[in-house]
């Protein structure tokens, strides 16, 4: 099955300044990558995702990259606030699902500084 | 309602008590899946359901757990003989087709926490 690896477990970063947390996943096949964001206590909110007929997303402050020959994708966070502070995950829709199982990153705990 | 909602939110109960967990989703969504969170971890699969069909159960634990969504609407989780390894947040999630990409909308979970 699918397999998602997620770096790095924390980050710790400034207000303004960016922020880049990496995955990589072992299926091939994977067609579907989403980020979600995790406040205490509240379920995974969805920031942003990409298919894989796409290289890279940009939607404000945030942005995602995909490299579909490393299998890696990235979220970029520009212009860091205090409010990104959360948990971070990436997950990945394994190609031999057709309605869209996720297979989740560790997740990165990102703190912003003010 | 605007989201998916869940509840209880949080649910104690001794060892060996039989649980049920409820999940509204998103109205018309088709789509509907039940993940289970440990502390520090992320989600992790445990049954998909396409409308009222169960498609996959997969990621069940065990024969414990059960999982039913009759009209296509609602859907209960349930535990039965609850162990201490069932503490987790139990999450659901709704999309509004059955493809492999679309996007997924969680609720905020119930808490289990078995004595």
């Known amino acids: 099955g699918e397999n998602v690896e997620q770096h790095p477990s924390t980050l710790s970063v400034q207000e303004g300044d960016s922020a880049v947390i990496k995955c990589t996943y072992s299926d091939s096949a994977s067609n579907y990558f989403p980020w979600y964001k995790q406040e205490l206590g509240k379920g995974p909110q969805l920031i942003i995702d990409i298919r894989s007929n796409v290289g890279e997303k940009k939607d404000q402050r945030i942005a995602v990259t995909l490299n579909k020959t490393a299998k890696h994708f990235s979220l970029h966070i520009t212009e860091t606030q205090p409010e990104d502070s959360a948990v971070y995950f990436c997950?990945?829709?394994?190609?031999?699902?057709?309605?869209?199982?996720?297979?989740f990153g560790q997740g990165t705990i990102l703190t912003v500084h003010p | 309602g605007a989201g998916v909602s869940q509840s209880p939110r949080y649910k104690v109960a001794k060892r060996g008590q039989d649980v049920a967990l409820r999940c509204d989703p998103i109205s018309g969504h088709v789509s509907l899946f039940w993940y289970q969170q440990a502390l520090g971890q992320g989600p992790e699969f445990l049954t998909y359901?396409?409308?009222?069909?169960?498609?996959?159960k997969s990621g069940l634990p065990s024969d414990r757990f059960f999982a039913e969504r009759p009209e296509g609407s609602v859907s209960t989780l349930k535990i039965q003989r609850t162990q201490q390894e069932d503490s987790a947040v139990y999450l659901c999630?709704?999309?509004?087709?059955?493809?492999?990409?679309?996007?997924?909308?969680f609720g905020d979970g119930t808490r289990l926490s078995i004595l």
């Open positions: 359901f396409q409308n009222e069909a169960q498609l996959d």
């Open positions: 997950a990945a829709v394994a190609g031999g699902t057709s309605y869209g199982k996720l297979t």
């Open positions: 999630a709704s999309s509004s087709q059955g493809g492999g990409n679309q996007p997924q909308h």
